[in-house]
C-alpha cells in the first residue's frame, strides 16, 4: 500500500502541475500497459452488435488491486537493483519513454485531464495524439482508457473537417467520424470510415476490424477513384478485406457517374494482383474509317484469356456495319530463362456492297505469324520469326503507317553454336521473301555456315610488339557456306494460277508457271584468307597484304546451245558434280597526317586538319581464259555470232569472274576541327574541342588490266555535326566518262565532249534533329470536387463555370518534342529529266496543350509531289479515374477516327472488363444514382 499511496500521489501533483501550466501549453504524458490483463477472445464476422460503445468481452478478467501491487513492487526491485550500480547514467525523460516497447504516449495541444480513480480515463482536448507500437490515432479530442486500452475519438461536427479522427497504422490512413479502437487487440469500430487499400478506397457508414489483417464493412463503398472523385464505384451491403488486398462483398451493385448499373451480383470478390492474372473482356474502340466497305465499327472487341503464369492468349473482332470484320487471335507463351514466343492467326472479311447487289464483291485476307526464341544451353540457341500472309493483308486492316507501307513479307528460322573455348561458331538458317508488287519469291535454306577462329602459324610464344617479325604477323582464317535456294519468278505476275508453295512441291507446276527448270539449287562455297599487317616496321607507315581463295562446289552446272528452229539461245541444266576456283591477292598503303593553322575567327582558335590517304593493290587472273575451264562460247544468231558465258552463271554462288583484274584503289578522308575558347568577366578561359566536318571522303579505282572505262565511279561523302543536336550527311557519285545516243558509256572523258569536268549520277542529303523544349516534371492541377448531376439544377449547364476565378491561374509550361528528317535524293537518267525525291518527316511529335491534355502526331510532306505524306494525329486527356483517347488521320486515302474511353485503375479495370456492355460506355448522368456518402 504504501508503493500504491505513492503512485497516486505523484500522478495527482502532475495533474495539478498540468493545469497550472495553461490551456495553450503541449501537454504529454505516458503509461505501461497492464500486462496482467487477459486478451478478449476474437470477435465473430459480424457486425450486428457495432453500435456497442466498447470493445472488451463481458467475460474479460479485470484488474484487481492484488494484481497491482505485484506490479509496482516489482518494478521498484527493478530499479533498487540499478540505483546501486555506479555506472548507471541517468536518461532523460524522452529516452526513458522511447525505452519501454509496449508504452501509450499520448499528447494534446489544448488540455489533458486525467481520472484517476478506479476507471483511469484520460481525456485530450485540442489536436489530441496517442501513439502506440499498434499506430497512431489523432483527433480534435480523444478519450483514452487505460483500464480497457482502447481509444475513442469523435469528430466535432460534419463540417468541422479539422477535427476528423485519424488512425495510421502500417503508412496508411484511416480517416472516420468515430473511432473506438484497442491499441493492444488492434480491434476496432468505426463509423463513416474512409479506409485506404492498394489500388483504391473503401469507404463504409459502419467498418469494424477484427484483427490487423481482416476489416467487416457495412453499407460499403469501393472504388479506385479518390473520395472526393469517386466517378464509378461497386456498394455493397456488406464487404470483408483481408490483407488490405482483397475484397469479398455481398448484394452489391456497379455505379458509373451515380448511376446504379441494370444489374445485382448477390456475392463477388476482387482478388489481389489482378491487374496481372485476368481473363475478361477487352475494351473495344469505337472507330469510324471514311470507305464504303468500313463505315462504323468497334475494334478490339474480344477475350483475354490468362491460362497460366507461362500461357495467356486472347481473341478480337472489329466489325463494322457495312457487314466487313477483321478477326485476330494470339498466344503467347513464356518461361523466363528458357524460351518464349507468341503465335498470330488473322482472318478478314472485306464487303463492298450488299449481298444483293450486282456489283457485290467479297475480299479475303489471312495470315500467319510465330515468333520464338530459345535458349537451347550457354552456347547455342533458336529463334524464329514467321510471316506468311496475303498481299494486301496490312493494308487493308493495319492502322498502323509502317505497316500499311510494307510491300514485302520476310520470315527467318536460325539456329546459333558457338564453341565454348571460341575455336569455331556454326549457324543454320533458313529465309522467306515476298515480294507483293511483282509476285516474286525467294527461300533460301537451309544454309549453313562454319567459321573457324582465326590464328596465327608462325606466331612465337615469347616476342611481342616491334620484336615480333613480319611473318609473326601472319594469320589464317577460313569459313564455309552451304546454301539451298529456290526462287519463283512467275510470267504473269498478276494473275498467277500458281503460287509459289505449290511451284516448290511440284517441278512440272514451277516450270510451267516460270518457264524455267532451275527448279531448286544447292551450292557451297569455301573461303580461306590469310592476311599480313605491319610488314614494314614503321609508325609513320601501315602496310599490308592479303590472299582470298575462293572454291565453289555446284552438283550442276549450265550449258547453252543455239536453236536454229527458234533463233534462240536455249539453257540447259546439265546434272553432274563440279567445282571451280579463284583467288585474288591484295597490298594496301596507309598514313596519316596533320595540318595546323593558327587563324582565329571570332571565338574560333586554330584550324586542325587530319588527312588519312590510302592506296592499294589488288590483282586476279582473266578466269575466263579457256585453261581454267569455267567458260564456254554459244552462237547467238544465224550468221555465226558468238558469246562466252560462264557455266556457272545460274548457280547461287556464281562463280570465277571475267577478265583480269590488276586494279588500283585510292581514296583520301578528311577531318576538320578546331577550338572554341570563351573568357568570363574574370578573366578565366574555357576551350572546348569542335569537330567542324567528322568526315568527307572522296574515292576511285582505276584497272590497269581494262582495254577501256578504266576508272570506276568516284564517290564523295560528307558527314558532320558542327550544330549541336542537328546531325548533317551528304554523298555523290560521278562518272569520268561520256555516253553516246543510247546512253551506254563510250571510252571517252567527260571533259572532251562538254564542258563537264564530271558527270553527276547521283546526289542524296540527309538533316536529322531532335527538339526538346519544355520544363521537365509534370504540373499539378487541383481537379474540382465531383458534381452529380441534378436535372433540376439548370446552373450545370452554366456556360461559366461557377468555380470561376476561385483560384488563380496555375503556372503551365508544356513539354514539347519533335524530330524532324530531312532527305534529298537526285538520280540522274538519261535523255530523261532527272529523278527527285524530297521529303521532310515530323516524327514522334509530343506535347500537352492543357496539364492534362496531350497531343502526339507523326506528319510528313513530299515537297516533288506537292502533298501530305501518310499521318497520324492522336489527343489524349487524363482524367482522375479514366483515359480518354481520340485518333484520326484526316489525310489521304486512308481516313478514320477512332474513339476510346477506358478506366485507368487496374483492378476496377479488370473487374469491369468481366460486365457485359460496360466496355467504353458512353452514358449520361441521371439522379437516379446513390450518392456515395461524404465526410
Same mark, same amino acid.
Given at each position: 500500500?504504501?508503493?500504491?499511496?505513492?503512485?497516486?500521489?505523484?500522478?495527482?501533483?502532475?495533474?495539478?502541475?498540468?493545469?497550472?501550466?495553461?490551456?495553450?501549453?503541449?501537454?504529454?504524458?505516458?503509461?505501461?500497459?497492464?500486462?496482467?490483463?487477459?486478451?478478449?477472445?476474437?470477435?465473430?464476422?459480424?457486425?450486428?452488435?457495432?453500435?456497442?460503445?466498447?470493445?472488451?468481452?463481458?467475460?474479460?478478467?479485470?484488474?484487481?488491486?492484488?494484481?497491482?501491487?505485484?506490479?509496482?513492487?516489482?518494478?521498484?526491485?527493478?530499479?533498487?537493483?540499478?540505483?546501486?550500480?555506479?555506472?548507471?547514467?541517468?536518461?532523460?525523460?524522452?529516452?526513458?519513454?522511447?525505452?519501454?516497447?509496449?508504452?501509450?504516449?499520448?499528447?494534446?495541444?489544448?488540455?489533458?485531464?486525467?481520472?484517476?480513480?478506479?476507471?483511469?480515463?484520460?481525456?485530450?482536448?485540442?489536436?489530441?495524439?496517442?501513439?502506440?507500437?499498434?499506430?497512431?490515432?489523432?483527433?480534435?479530442?480523444?478519450?483514452?482508457?487505460?483500464?480497457?486500452?482502447?481509444?475513442?475519438?469523435?469528430?466535432?461536427?460534419?463540417?468541422?473537417?479539422?477535427?476528423?479522427?485519424?488512425?495510421?497504422?502500417?503508412?496508411?490512413?484511416?480517416?472516420?467520424?468515430?473511432?473506438?479502437?484497442?491499441?493492444?487487440?488492434?480491434?476496432?469500430?468505426?463509423?463513416?470510415?474512409?479506409?485506404?487499400?492498394?489500388?483504391?478506397?473503401?469507404?463504409?457508414?459502419?467498418?469494424?476490424?477484427?484483427?490487423?489483417?481482416?476489416?467487416?464493412?457495412?453499407?460499403?463503398?469501393?472504388?479506385?477513384?479518390?473520395?472526393?472523385?469517386?466517378?464509378?464505384?461497386?456498394?455493397?451491403?456488406?464487404?470483408?478485406?483481408?490483407?488490405?488486398?482483397?475484397?469479398?462483398?455481398?448484394?452489391?451493385?456497379?455505379?458509373?457517374?451515380?448511376?446504379?448499373?441494370?444489374?445485382?451480383?448477390?456475392?463477388?470478390?476482387?482478388?489481389?494482383?489482378?491487374?496481372?492474372?485476368?481473363?475478361?473482356?477487352?475494351?473495344?474502340?469505337?472507330?469510324?474509317?471514311?470507305?464504303?466497305?468500313?463505315?462504323?465499327?468497334?475494334?478490339?472487341?474480344?477475350?483475354?484469356?490468362?491460362?497460366?503464369?507461362?500461357?495467356?492468349?486472347?481473341?478480337?473482332?472489329?466489325?463494322?456495319?457495312?457487314?466487313?470484320?477483321?478477326?485476330?487471335?494470339?498466344?503467347?507463351?513464356?518461361?523466363?530463362?528458357?524460351?518464349?514466343?507468341?503465335?498470330?492467326?488473322?482472318?478478314?472479311?472485306?464487303?463492298?456492297?450488299?449481298?444483293?447487289?450486282?456489283?457485290?464483291?467479297?475480299?479475303?485476307?489471312?495470315?500467319?505469324?510465330?515468333?520464338?526464341?530459345?535458349?537451347?544451353?550457354?552456347?547455342?540457341?533458336?529463334?524464329?520469326?514467321?510471316?506468311?500472309?496475303?498481299?494486301?493483308?496490312?493494308?487493308?486492316?493495319? @492502322?498502323?503507317?509502317?505497316?500499311?507501307?510494307?510491300?514485302?513479307?520476310?520470315?527467318?528460322?536460325?539456329?546459333?553454336?558457338?564453341?565454348?573455348?571460341?575455336?569455331?561458331?556454326?549457324?543454320?538458317?533458313?529465309?522467306?521473301?515476298?515480294?507483293?508488287?511483282?509476285?516474286?519469291?525467294?527461300?533460301?535454306?537451309?544454309?549453313?555456315?562454319?567459321?573457324?577462329?582465326? @590464328?596465327?602459324?608462325?606466331?612465337?610464344?615469347?616476342?611481342?610488339?616491334?620484336?615480333?617479325?613480319?611473318?609473326?604477323?601472319?594469320?589464317?582464317?577460313?569459313?564455309?557456306?552451304?546454301?539451298?535456294?529456290?526462287?519463283?519468278?512467275?510470267?504473269?505476275?498478276?494473275?498467277?494460277?500458281?503460287?509459289?508453295?505449290?511451284?516448290?512441291?511440284?517441278?512440272?507446276?514451277?516450270?510451267?508457271?516460270?518457264?524455267?527448270?532451275?527448279?531448286?539449287?544447292?551450292?557451297?562455297?569455301?573461303?580461306?584468307?590469310?592476311?599480313?599487317?605491319?610488314?614494314?616496321?614503321?609508325?609513320?607507315?601501315?602496310?599490308?597484304?592479303? @590472299?582470298?581463295?575462293?572454291?565453289?562446289?555446284?552438283?550442276?552446272?549450265?550449258?547453252?546451245?543455239?536453236?536454229?528452229?527458234?533463233?534462240?539461245?536455249?539453257?540447259?541444266?546439265?546434272?553432274?558434280?563440279?567445282?571451280?576456283?579463284?583467288?585474288?591477292?591484295?597490298?594496301?598503303?596507309?598514313?596519316?597526317?596533320?595540318?595546323?593553322?593558327?587563324?582565329?575567327?571570332?571565338?574560333?582558335?586554330?584550324?586542325?586538319?587530319?588527312?588519312?590517304?590510302?592506296?592499294?593493290?589488288?590483282?586476279?587472273?582473266?578466269?575466263?581464259?579457256?585453261?581454267?575451264?569455267?567458260?564456254?562460247?554459244?552462237?547467238?544468231?544465224?550468221?555465226?555470232?558468238?558469246?562466252?558465258?560462264?557455266?556457272?552463271?545460274?548457280?547461287?554462288?556464281?562463280?570465277?569472274?571475267?577478265?583480269?583484274?590488276?586494279?588500283?584503289?585510292?581514296?583520301?578522308?578528311?577531318?576538320?576541327?578546331?577550338?572554341?575558347?570563351?573568357?568570363?568577366?574574370?578573366?578565366?578561359?574555357?576551350?572546348?574541342?569542335?569537330?567542324?566536318?567528322?568526315?568527307?571522303?572522296?574515292?576511285?579505282?582505276?584497272?590497269?588490266?581494262?582495254?577501256?572505262?578504266?576508272?570506276?565511279?568516284?564517290?564523295?561523302?560528307?558527314?558532320?555535326?558542327?550544330?549541336?543536336?542537328?546531325?548533317?550527311?551528304?554523298?555523290?557519285?560521278?562518272?569520268?566518262?561520256?555516253?553516246?545516243?543510247?546512253?551506254?558509256?563510250?571510252?571517252?572523258?567527260?571533259?572532251?565532249?562538254?564542258?563537264?569536268?564530271?558527270?553527276?549520277?547521283?546526289?542524296?542529303?540527309?538533316?536529322?534533329?531532335?527538339?526538346?523544349?519544355?520544363?521537365?516534371?509534370?504540373?499539378?492541377?487541383?481537379?474540382?470536387?465531383?458534381?452529380?448531376?441534378?436535372?433540376?439544377?439548370?446552373?450545370?449547364?452554366?456556360?461559366?463555370?461557377?468555380?470561376?476565378?476561385?483560384?488563380?491561374?496555375?503556372?503551365?509550361?508544356?513539354?514539347?518534342?519533335?524530330?524532324?528528317?530531312?532527305?534529298?535524293?537526285?538520280?540522274?537518267?538519261?535523255?530523261?529529266?532527272?529523278?527527285?525525291?524530297?521529303?521532310?518527316?515530323?516524327?514522334?511529335?509530343?506535347?500537352?496543350?492543357?496539364?492534362?491534355?496531350?497531343?502526339?502526331?507523326?506528319?510528313?510532306?513530299?515537297?516533288?509531289?506537292?502533298?501530305?505524306?501518310?499521318?497520324?494525329?492522336?489527343?489524349?486527356?487524363?482524367?482522375?479515374?479514366?483515359?480518354?483517347?481520340?485518333?484520326?488521320?484526316?489525310?489521304?486515302?486512308?481516313?478514320?477516327?477512332?474513339?476510346?474511353?477506358?478506366?485507368?485503375?487496374?483492378?476496377?479495370?479488370?473487374?469491369?472488363?468481366?460486365?457485359?456492355?460496360?466496355?467504353?460506355?458512353?452514358?449520361?448522368?441521371?439522379?437516379?444514382?446513390?450518392?456515395?456518402?461524404?465526410?
Amino acid at each position: 500500500m504504501p508503493g500504491t499511496l505513492s503512485t497516486y500521489v505523484s500522478l495527482l501533483f502532475a495533474a495539478a502541475l498540468i493545469l497550472t501550466c495553461g490551456i495553450h501549453s503541449t501537454a504529454q504524458a505516458q503509461t505501461v500497459p497492464d500486462s496482467l490483463q487477459i486478451i478478449p477472445p476474437a470477435v465473430t464476422d459480424t457486425l450486428s452488435n457495432a453500435a456497442a460503445d466498447t470493445l472488451r468481452e463481458e467475460n474479460s478478467a479485470t484488474d484487481t488491486d492484488a494484481q497491482r501491487r505485484a506490479l509496482i513492487e516489482q518494478q521498484q526491485q527493478s530499479q533498487g537493483r540499478n540505483s546501486g550500480d555506479p555506472r548507471q547514467i541517468p536518461q532523460s525523460r524522452q529516452t526513458d519513454r522511447q525505452s519501454v516497447q509496449d508504452a501509450v504516449n499520448f499528447q494534446a495541444r489544448d488540455s489533458l485531464t486525467i481520472n484517476l480513480r478506479g476507471e483511469r480515463i484520460a481525456n485530450l482536448f485540442g489536436s489530441g495524439n496517442v501513439r502506440h507500437t499498434s499506430g497512431e490515432l489523432s483527433s480534435g479530442n480523444i478519450t483514452l482508457d487505460l483500464n480497457m486500452n482502447q481509444v475513442e475519438a469523435r469528430a466535432v461536427s460534419p463540417e468541422d473537417t479539422l477535427s476528423y479522427p485519424v488512425l495510421k497504422q502500417g503508412g496508411k490512413d484511416l480517416r472516420s467520424t468515430r473511432i473506438l479502437f484497442n491499441y493492444e487487440t488492434e480491434k476496432g469500430k468505426f463509423e463513416v470510415a474512409e479506409i485506404e487499400v492498394d489500388d483504391g478506397y473503401l469507404i463504409g457508414t459502419q467498418v469494424k476490424n477484427v484483427s490487423r489483417t481482416e476489416v467487416f464493412v457495412e453499407d460499403g463503398i469501393y472504388s479506385t477513384c479518390p473520395p472526393d472523385h469517386m466517378y464509378y464505384y461497386i456498394r455493397a451491403n456488406r464487404m470483408k478485406v483481408v490483407d488490405e488486398e482483397e475484397i469479398f462483398f455481398t448484394n452489391a451493385r456497379l455505379y458509373l457517374l451515380d448511376i446504379p448499373y441494370p444489374l445485382v451480383f448477390p456475392f463477388g470478390y476482387v482478388p489481389a494482383g489482378i491487374d496481372r492474372r485476368r481473363s475478361g473482356l477487352l475494351e473495344p474502340t469505337y472507330l469510324f474509317q471514311n470507305s464504303s466497305a468500313r463505315g462504323l465499327g468497334l475494334q478490339n472487341l474480344g477475350w483475354f484469356q490468362y491460362f497460366n503464369d507461362y500461357l495467356t492468349g486472347q481473341a478480337t473482332v472489329d466489325v463494322f456495319t457495312s457487314g466487313t470484320f477483321f478477326s485476330e487471335s494470339r498466344l503467347q507463351y513464356r518461361r523466363t530463362g528458357s524460351f518464349n514466343g507468341n503465335i498470330t492467326l488473322g482472318y478478314s472479311s472485306e464487303r463492298g456492297l450488299e449481298p444483293t447487289d450486282l456489283a457485290f464483291s467479297e475480299t479475303i485476307t489471312r495470315r500467319i505469324a510465330i515468333t520464338h526464341d530459345q535458349q537451347l544451353n550457354p552456347f547455342s540457341n533458336l529463334s524464329a520469326n514467321i510471316n506468311l500472309r496475303s498481299a494486301d493483308y496490312f493494308r487493308r486492316n493495319s @492502322f498502323d503507317i509502317d505497316d500499311r507501307a510494307e510491300t514485302s513479307s520476310t520470315s527467318r528460322i536460325s539456329y546459333r553454336y558457338s564453341h565454348p573455348e571460341g575455336a569455331f561458331n556454326f549457324s543454320a538458317s533458313s529465309n522467306l521473301n515476298q515480294q507483293f508488287s511483282t509476285n516474286v519469291t525467294r527461300l533460301t535454306g537451309p544454309e549453313t555456315t562454319f567459321s573457324m577462329r582465326q @590464328f596465327s602459324p608462325f606466331k612465337s610464344s615469347t616476342a611481342t610488339g616491334a620484336d615480333e617479325r613480319w611473318y609473326e604477323r601472319i594469320s589464317v582464317n577460313y569459313r564455309n557456306n552451304f546454301r539451298s535456294q529456290y526462287n519463283f519468278t512467275p510470267l504473269d505476275r498478276d494473275s498467277a494460277d500458281v503460287n509459289w508453295f505449290q511451284a516448290l512441291l511440284n517441278p512440272s507446276l514451277h516450270r510451267e508457271a516460270t518457264g524455267s527448270d532451275r527448279h531448286i539449287q544447292l551450292g557451297l562455297i569455301h573461303r580461306g584468307d590469310v592476311s599480313v599487317s605491319q610488314i614494314i616496321p614503321s609508325q609513320f607507315l601501315n602496310v599490308s597484304g592479303g @590472299f582470298n581463295m575462293n572454291e565453289y562446289w555446284y552438283p550442276s552446272s549450265t550449258r547453252k546451245r543455239f536453236n536454229e528452229e527458234t533463233n534462240r539461245v536455249e539453257n540447259v541444266q546439265e546434272p553432274g558434280f563440279v567445282t571451280a576456283r579463284d583467288f585474288s591477292t591484295s597490298l594496301s598503303f596507309s598514313t596519316t597526317f596533320y595540318g595546323i593553322s593558327q587563324m582565329k575567327i571570332g571565338s574560333f582558335e586554330g584550324l586542325r586538319h587530319t588527312v588519312r590517304p590510302n592506296v592499294s593493290f589488288s590483282y586476279s587472273p582473266d578466269f575466263s581464259e579457256e585453261r581454267w575451264g569455267f567458260f564456254r562460247e554459244v552462237q547467238t544468231d544465224t550468221l555465226g555470232n558468238t558469246r562466252t558465258y560462264s557455266i556457272f552463271e545460274d548457280e547461287i554462288f556464281r562463280g570465277p569472274s571475267a577478265g583480269e583484274q590488276q586494279t588500283m584503289t585510292f581514296g583520301v578522308s578528311n577531318i576538320f576541327e578546331t577550338k572554341r575558347v570563351r573568357r568570363d568577366s574574370t578573366g578565366e578561359v574555357k576551350s572546348a574541342n569542335l569537330r567542324l566536318i567528322d568526315n568527307l571522303s572522296v574515292s576511285s579505282s582505276y584497272n590497269f588490266a581494262a582495254d577501256s572505262l578504266n576508272f570506276s565511279r568516284v564517290n564523295v561523302s560528307l558527314s558532320s555535326r558542327v550544330v549541336e543536336g542537328i546531325r548533317f550527311s551528304a554523298g555523290a557519285n560521278y562518272s569520268f566518262y561520256a555516253r553516246n545516243e543510247n546512253g551506254t558509256e563510250i571510252n571517252r572523258f567527260i571533259w572532251q565532249e562538254s564542258n563537264k569536268i564530271l558527270q553527276p549520277l547521283s546526289y542524296n542529303l540527309s538533316v536529322s534533329t531532335n527538339i526538346r523544349r519544355g520544363r521537365a516534371g509534370r504540373t499539378r492541377v487541383t481537379t474540382p470536387a465531383y458534381r452529380p448531376y441534378d436535372p433540376f439544377d439548370q446552373s450545370f449547364f452554366n456556360p461559366i463555370d461557377s468555380r470561376f476565378n476561385y483560384e488563380p491561374v496555375q503556372d503551365f509550361t508544356s513539354t514539347f518534342q519533335m524530330g524532324l528528317d530531312f532527305s534529298y535524293r537526285w538520280t540522274y537518267q538519261f535523255g530523261q529529266d532527272a529523278r527527285k525525291s524530297a521529303v521532310l518527316n515530323a516524327n514522334n511529335i509530343r506535347f500537352n496543350l492543357t496539364p492534362k491534355w496531350s497531343f502526339s502526331t507523326r506528319i510528313g510532306y513530299d515537297f516533288i509531289e506537292g502533298e501530305l505524306t501518310p499521318s497520324q494525329f492522336s489527343l489524349r486527356r487524363t482524367m482522375v479515374c479514366w483515359d480518354l483517347s481520340f485518333q484520326f488521320n484526316p489525310f489521304g486515302e486512308f481516313q478514320y477516327y477512332s474513339f476510346r474511353l477506358s478506366l485507368s485503375g487496374g483492378q476496377m479495370q479488370s473487374l469491369f472488363q468481366k460486365l457485359p456492355g460496360l466496355n467504353n460506355l458512353e452514358r449520361s448522368s441521371a439522379p437516379g444514382g446513390r450518392r456515395p456518402p461524404r465526410f
